[in-house]
Structure formats: C-alpha cells, structure tokens
Nanobody, 125 residues
Framework: EVQLVESGGGLVQAGGSLRLSCAAS????????IAWFRQAPGKEREGVAYISASAGSKYVMNSVKGRFTISSDNAKKTVYLQMNSLKPEDTAVYYC??????????????????WGQGTQVTVSS
C-alpha cells in the first residue's frame, strides 16, 4: 500500500522557518517524483516544488525560490521542504504527492497519483 505521511507543520511567526517531511512507503522511491503542493483557504491548490533525486532533477516555484528548498534522503525514503523567511501568504495546508516517472512526459506536467493527508502551516504576522 502506497503511503505518504507529512509532518512538520505548525504555527510560526513571519520570518521564521519550518521543515516539512514526507515519509514514503509502499513503492520504489527511486522510480518516483515527489512534489509538494499547498492550498490556502479559498484558493486553488498550487505546486510548490518537486524532486526526483534519482533523475537528478528538482524544481522550486518562483514565488518561493530563495526561501524554500526541496531535498530528499533516498535511504530514508523521505522528502523535505525547508521553508525559511516565512510570510503570512505561505499559510496553507501543504501536501506531498508522488507519481511514477515517465521519461516521455515533462516533469512539470505530471499528474500525481498518490497524496498525503496534508499538514497545516500557519504563519502569523
């Protein structure tokens, strides 16, 4: 059974940091791309970052570039999202998601098959 379990969310003041973790199980980690998404109240879900460590690719969306970093520990089958200099507009539920990599598809266009339950991040001003 595929499982993605997020942790590390919480309440933090603006300018603070959090590190989110996504622990994966039930699939061959090296064959998958893992992404972080977020959804703020009343807004559409948006992709934040993705990583495919075995393929050597990672991406962070422009609005958080320089503040957020995505990384992975393949031995632990865990993907991290380090979030620094947090802003109130970063407040959202953060989800991790996984998809089997396909060399014929642009990694930015993947549709994800598996999702975690989400972790709340709240940034106070």
């Amino acid at each position: 059974e595929v499982q993605l379990v997020e942790s590390g969310g919480g309440l933090v003041q603006a300018g603070g940091s959090l590190r989110l973790s996504c622990a994966a199980s039930g699939f061959t980690f090296d064959d998958y791309q893992i992404a972080w998404f977020r959804q703020a109240p009343g807004k559409e879900r948006e992709g934040v970052a993705y990583i495919s460590a075995s393929a050597g690719s990672k991406y962070v969306m422009n609005s958080v570039k320089g503040r957020f970093t995505i990384s992975s520990d393949n031995a632990k089958k865990t993907v991290y999202l380090q979030m620094n200099s947090l802003k109130p507009e970063d407040t959202a539920v953060y989800y991790c998601a996984a998809v089997h990599r396909d060399p014929n598809i642009d990694p930015a266009l993947y549709e994800y098959d598996y999702w975690g339950q989400g972790t709340q991040v709240t940034v106070s001003s």
